[in-house]
Structures are given as structure tokens and as C-alpha cells.
């Protein structure tokens, strides 16, 4: 099953798999694929009637940099109608792909030696798509 609202003939960045990821990504629009670990939301001033932005945390390999997807603006209310928030979090498991701006996050002061983490800030509802759904869905 795909959920898919792209624009017909809409071209797409390139291509970044969360391994490949490097400093030289920061600023840069890319598209990624990942596995939903766990959802969470963000804390923060929300303006009256607005939708708070929340976090993704994909499934990340041992030796995978450190990532973050961040949801926010129209594809944060669009996925709130969805349920993707739920506290059963039905969405656990789903694999999406998406378009969005990649943000370096320098190592902490106090561990230089765990490198460098990203952002990876999603915005756009038309460029963002699960491709398949959990397996306890089917």
C-alpha cells in the first residue's frame, strides 16, 4: 500500500541514503527513505488552532549517523489527521519516503567522538509518502 500526493512531473532531489549522510548534506534538499522506529512530539509554543510539529525517530543501524526526521507546517496537520500521532502509535514499522532539508547538528562539546548528528525538517505533505505500512495493518 502507498499513500502518495506528488504533483505529476514534479522532478525530486537527489536521492541520500541515511549511511551516506556527511556534513557536506547541511542546507541541502534531498529525498530519504526510512522506517518509522517511534513518533514523538515536540515541545514548544503552538500558535492558537495551529498543529504542533512533531519527530519521527527512523530505525537506525548500529553504525548509522545519528537522525531525526522533523515534521512540520501542512504534512504535520495532514499526518495529525491521520493518526500518526496516536499513542498506540499505529504507524510503528511504516517505511516512507521524503523531501526535505537536511540540517547539521555538531557533536556535543562534552563527546566529540560521537560526530556529528542531522535533521532531516519535512514539511511539504505532497512530497512525502509511505510506501508500505506496518505489518500488523495487513
Known sequence: ATLLAQNEGESRPP?????ELTPRHDGEEVQ????????YELSG???EGGIPS???????????PRLEVFVHGELA?????????RPSE?????VCNAVGIIKLQPAPKNAPDKGP??????SDWKRFEILTLPEKWE
Open 15 to 19: 536521492a541520500v541514503a541515511i549511511d
Open 32 to 39: 530519504m527513505r526510512f522506517k518509522i522506529a517511534e513518533t
Open 45 to 47: 509554543i503552538v500558535p
Open 54 to 64: 512533531f519527530g519521527i525517530q527512523p530505525e537506525l543501524k548500529a553504525e548509522s
Open 77 to 85: 496537520d495532514v499526518m495529525a489527521r491521520f493518526g500518526v500521532l
Open 90 to 94: 499505529p504507524y510503528q514499522g511504516a
Open 117 to 122: 548528528s542531522y535533521q532531516f525538517q519535512v
